[in-house]
């Protein structure tokens, strides 16, 4: 029995914590039966529909169900992902002035080809900086590196 219940707690404790990111469960049958609704139970609801029927999938990839397959997941998104799960990377490699991780993640914030070099060279003299805001948060990387990138007239149009 654990090893049944224990799984499918987790299931549903992963999707309760996705209907509540952003602005609630997205697009699917569960967010269409449950549109208009907000709080907790009803974002969750909706997100455990979707995520127990598969729709959203089918959704996303045939644009029914109020599913956009052009905005499936947001810049800003993959940027804060990215960012999370690459930190101790970039950090080794901002201090080196160039690297792999950073390349990507100048291409997800669309630096162009000809400004990834001013971009690496800020980034490693802003790293300090980036540091101290990497201890507060994901998202607080991403501002600094606005904000430095604000300071400079070639990469300031890059920001957010």
């Not at 029995?1 to 997205?26: E, F, H, R, S, T």
């Not at 100048?106 to 805001?133: G, V």
Request: charge should be negative; aromatic fraction near 8%; glycine fraction near 10%.
């Amino acid at each position: 029995m654990k090893k049944v219940v224990i799984p499918a707690a987790l299931a549903i404790l992963g999707m309760a914590g996705y209907a509540q990111a952003g602005n609630g469960p997205g697009c699917g049958w569960g967010a269409t039966v449950w549109k208009g609704q907000s709080g907790f139970f009803a974002h969750t609801s909706a997100a455990t529909t979707n995520g127990t029927t598969y729709n959203q999938l089918f959704g996303l990839t045939s644009g029914t169900a109020g599913c956009d397959p052009q905005s499936v997941v947001s810049n800003e998104f993959q940027r804060e992902i990215f960012v999370s799960s690459n930190m101790d990377n970039l950090s080794r490699e901002m201090a080196r002035g160039g690297g792999d991780h950073l390349d990507v993640l100048a291409s997800l914030m669309q630096i162009q080809e000809q400004d990834k070099a001013k971009f690496y060279s800020l980034t490693q003299a802003e790293l300090p900086r980036l540091m101290n805001a990497a201890d507060k948060g994901t998202s607080n990387v991403l501002a600094a590196l606005d904000d430095v990138m604000l300071t400079d007239p070639i990469l300031a149009k890059y920001a957010r």
